[in-house]
């Protein structure tokens, strides 16, 4: 039976969560298809219990190619060392996080392979007729979901969307296969040179990666205002969102933005604070688990996808919120003693 | 510098209103415009040209009308246009979408950048400019969020990435696709309007450009859409007005009450 592989991003020494994630997608379709289920991981100086722990959290296989020239994000050589695992391999399926990597590796691979690629696709499935991926995606800002197959050609490829599911829990005792593979030097050639990495000051703005996003629109009234959204935002551990309108006044920089011209997110709490629910924004937003929305406007949009919905002065509710949030963790901390 | 600059003509979905009862969107009265994340390629271009000097060539894949998205992106300051247009092309995936524009690069001869917008609003894969790049075996950096340098056959940008930035440097020839962060785009002038009516944008059949009939249209593209349907969106959940004091204290015991009994705090 033909494999089902899933990217496993390695950078800076760590490996990626979302890898995890996309481990288990994998995981319900190799077993769909009763497929063995490989991980490929490729990186420099990969840790022995990272590959462990991609067999723990599911992986048959474990393909690593570390090599000192993978240090860095690369395409063409990314490209090209993953393009030599498929040829020689064969997977039927190959799917990827949707994550700057996961949107840029995958298709200038799926080119070359002159095979199907799906983008930020919520659900897989597998077609019980035919074995094919069935993989959807939303489109149109989100107003419609479509679903999508690669017929006749392979590997079938997808990225998938971030934290639209969760690690399949460890076993330790879980054993796999690990291939290490190494490729000759013109492998490694391209006309790109890394440079270097600016991490960014706020830890807040990885906002594709957070569990929680407390964000905050026009309603906010002025940018002083966002330190309510900051401060809450810290208080539960989770990032900081903007709508466009307030990026566009400069209230938040760009790396904020949710929505159809910003990022695309689906955490498990999403809090919308003075945001109306304009279309584009919903769409940067609905697939998040959880959402409440905090709005003076009855009528606003926001409410109509929202699980919780309270309609008040965000400047009486915010503060009143984070002061019982703050007694909440003290009383929790005392408790833990 | 001689630039490239894929465009395409999407629905403007800012301002798309769905049916309540079908849930599908209502196409009456929707305007089309140039994809809005293509703009900040086309102001990229524009600024390298004034920089560095050189010509800017527009192009796009689609039905006679996504002319006008060629000559608003000339109104802006582009100096020429190409139309790909072609029933054949009909149909086309990100795929066989990047085959096409790839080629029709490839017949403009030489030059020294391709500059596409993220995504487009629309389709929303941003696949076609990683795979133009693929197709054109050329560097590519992908979320390109700012031009540090050009000298010397070498262009330094910044990526905008999950956790900070990534400096890279790439030899010309090389593709980038851009993020909003890159620029401000300008409104078309007054003078540029007026060139943009008189220019003549030739177009382009799958022959000019020498495609391969089984690369193109729905035949040549690898993907198919097996269904499409609307999402249940609608989930309104409680909803509590804050009145006074009391409601208040209600409210913000409804929010706590959520968090713990999702295990979100």
Redesign the interface.
């Known amino acids: 039976m033909r494999e089902v592989w899933t990217l496993a991003e390695f950078r800076?020494g760590k490996l990626n969560t979302v890898s995890l994630e996309l481990l288990n997608r994998g995981k319900s379709i190799a077993e769909k298809l009763n497929a063995p289920l490989a991980s490929v991981i490729i990186g420099y100086q990969i840790k022995k219990e990272d590959i462990d722990e991609l067999i723990e959290r599911g992986a048959d296989k474990v393909y690593v190619v570390d090599d000192k020239r993978l240090e860095?994000?690369?395409?063409?050589t990314y490209?090209k060392v993953i393009l030599k695992l498929l040829d020689e391999y064969n997977p039927d399926i190959f799917i990827a996080a949707a994550?700057?990597?996961g949107?840029?590796?995958?298709?200038?691979?799926?080119?070359?392979k002159?095979?199907?690629?799906?983008?930020?696709c919520t659900v897989l499935d597998i077609?019980e007729e035919t074995g094919n991926l069935?993989q959807t995606r939303?489109?149109?800002?989100?107003?419609?979901?479509?679903?999508?197959?690669?017929?006749?050609?392979r590997p079938q490829m997808a990225t998938v969307r971030a934290h639209s599911t969760k690690p399949a829990l460890p076993d330790r005792n879980r054993v796999g296969e690990v291939i290490y593979k190494q490729f000759s030097d013109d492998v490694f050639s391209?006309?790109?040179?890394?440079?270097?990495?600016?991490?960014?000051e706020s830890q807040q703005v990885?906002i594709?990666?957070a569990k929680?996003i407390v964000a905050g629109g026009r309603g906010l009234g002025k940018a002083e205002n966002f330190k309510l959204i900051d401060e809450l935002a810290e208080l539960?551990g989770g990032a900081v969102g903007a709508s466009r309108d307030v990026v566009d006044r400069g209230w938040k920089?760009?790396?904020h933005?949710i929505g159809?011209?910003?990022k695309t997110v689906s955490p498990?709490?999403y809090i919308a604070v003075g945001i109306s629910g304009?279309?584009?924004h919903?769409a940067g937003m609905?697939t998040s688990e959880?959402?409440?929305a905090i709005n003076k406007d009855?009528d606003a949009q926001i409410?109509?996808?929202?699980?919780?919905?309270?309609?008040?002065?965000l400047n009486?509710?915010l503060p009143?919120?984070i002061e019982?949030?703050k007694d909440?963790?003290k009383k929790e901390a005392n408790l833990n003693v | 510098m001689r630039i490239i600059v894929p465009i395409k003509q999407v629905p403007e979905t800012s301002n798309v209103k769905m049916d309540p009862i079908t849930g599908t969107m209502i196409r009456e009265g929707i305007e089309n415009i140039v994809n809005p994340l293509d703009l900040y390629a086309i102001e990229t271009a524009i600024k390298l040209k004034e920089k560095y000097g050189g010509k800017i060539i527009v192009i796009s894949m689609g039905p006679e009308k996504a002319v006008e998205a060629i000559k608003e992106a000339i109104a802006m300051g582009c100096d020429d246009g190409i139309l790909l247009s072609d029933k054949k092309f009909a149909g086309s995936d990100t795929f066989a979408t990047s085959y096409v524009v790839a080629k029709a690069i490839k017949e403009l001869g030489d030059f020294d950048l391709v500059i596409c917008g993220e995504r487009a609003t629309d389709g929303d894969t941003g696949q076609v400019g990683p795979g133009i790049a693929s197709f054109l075996d050329l560097p590519l950096s992908s979320f390109t969020s700012e031009i540090v340098s050009v000298e010397n056959g070498k262009i330094r940008v910044k990526r905008l990435v999950e956790e900070g930035y990534e400096e890279i440097e790439m030899m010309l020839p090389a593709v980038l696709t851009v993020v909003k962060e890159i620029s401000d785009p300008r409104l078309p002038t007054l003078r540029g309007k007026l060139k943009a009516k008189k220019v003549e944008i030739p177009v382009w059949d799958a022959q000019k450009i020498n495609a391969e009939e089984d690369k193109i249209g729905l035949k040549g593209s690898p993907t198919r859409v097996v269904k499409i349907f609307t999402p249940k969106v609608t989930r309104e959940g409680e909803k509590v007005i804050v009145k006074d004091e009391k409601t208040l204290h209600q409210a913000v015991d409804k929010i706590m009450d959520y968090l713990i009994e999702k295990e979100l705090i």
């Open positions: 800076h860095n994000f690369i395409v063409e490209a994550t700057t990597t949107r840029t590796l995958m298709p200038y691979i799926a080119v070359k002159q095979t199907g690629l799906t983008a930020d077609e069935l939303p489109a149109i800002g989100g107003n419609i979901l479509a679903t999508i197959k690669t017929p006749n050609t391209s006309k790109t040179k890394y440079i270097r990495f600016i991490k960014n990885n594709q990666d929680i539960l920089t760009y790396p933005q159809l011209s910003g498990a709490l304009a279309i584009q919903i609905q959880n959402i409440i009855h409410f109509k996808i929202a699980n919780l919905g309270i309609v008040g002065d009486e509710i009143l919120l019982r949030i909440y963790k």
